[in-house]
């Protein structure tokens, strides 16, 4: 005889388990769209086999919602080292005795179907940390979609013919001319960080007061076509503009573009998951590191924002004197106010999503690509790691650089005002691009 379901007073456990159905969905998508020669090859050494991130996702549901939430048995021990992502480097995975797709499919399959039937007889308001406002399953939800942003990477770096299916282009932005270059933010506190939003990870709390003194920040992120400039002015052939590590990968590895791109006689073109166009001017720059970012700043007279700068353009409202979960708001996004969800397969034009925009007016904080801060992952005040050391505290430190934002592969569920992201300065094959800032007052 089955339980009759909980009460669910607030609407968690639907919204849980419309996170995970919707993130399984797109895991089909991701892995069911090439053959299985292709889901277990390497594509990139940078990258594991997609077949390792389908198992992995499969294992670490497992782990937390059936182990460690339901107290059930394993189902398969054994693979649990394999899918370690901290045992093995993404190098040698391919090495690893992995799950077959046939095998991880059917093991993901069980897995979730045990864990729809935990998660519609659990107390959404109590059972423990793991269970308050059901965020162990909201968690695991956003980490699918992490992963599935990582194969969509994947999908970007395998060469051969498109995969996915070009979905229709991302709207217009017909009044990018009108609208200034740069917005002053007026110094002051604000709240940053959170400690109400339900699903928000060990690294965006506690909530707490920072004062950031008055700066400008751009109205919108830096387009191809200005960062083309750039590159017409020598700006890889010229070391005052980078850090010296920077400047140590351009000689190193030949950069002279960001990654995808090459130059057809006068005509720079770019790679797009398998098809080759002419570079869109009018889009936010793409797939460009930390040391690129800081190196077009430099050359611009600017700088990268601070992230406690970006969060208080994203966040903070000047009237009310509120932190906002998003820079339109509290509502949760749509498809009128950012460009989210892999939707579009790229970025929208530089202007685009009116609706979206900060109180300030500054557009497309939220979507489209991820944005370098000159700021290193660190703790907030009183963070305390929940629910593993794993997720963000073996991270903290110079190594690595925040990015803010999100961008046109991130999933709302995983993308918020406060939402943190972190890599090592080299990285170019994620969905990175940025804005610059200046100071309004002297230093």
Known sequence: MTAAPMPD??????RAASALIGARERTRLLTGCVDERELTAQHSPLMSPLVWDLGHIGNQEEQWLLRAVAGQEPLRPAIDSVYDAFEHPRAERPSLPLLTPKEARAYVADVRSRVLDVLDAAPAGGGGPLMESCFAFGMIAQHEQQHDETMLITHQLRRGPAAL?????????????????EILVEGGPFTMGTSTEPWALDNERPAHPCFVPSFFIDTLPVSNGAYLRFIQDGGYEDPRWWHPEGWDQVRRHSLAAPLFWRREGGTWTRRRFGVEEPVPEAEPVLHVSWYEAEAYAAWAGRRLPTEAEWEKAARHDPVSGRSLRYPWGDEDPTPEHANLGQRHLRPAPVGAYARGASRRGVRQLIGDVWEWTASDFLPYPGFRAFPYREYSEVFFGPGHKVLRGGSFAVDPVACRGTFRNWDLPVRRQIFSGFRTARDAEPA
């Open 9 to 14: 007073p607030g609407g968690l456990r639907e």
């Open 165 to 181: 299916t070009a979905p229709e282009p991302p709207p217009a932005a017909p009044d990018t001319a009108l609208l200034p270059a």
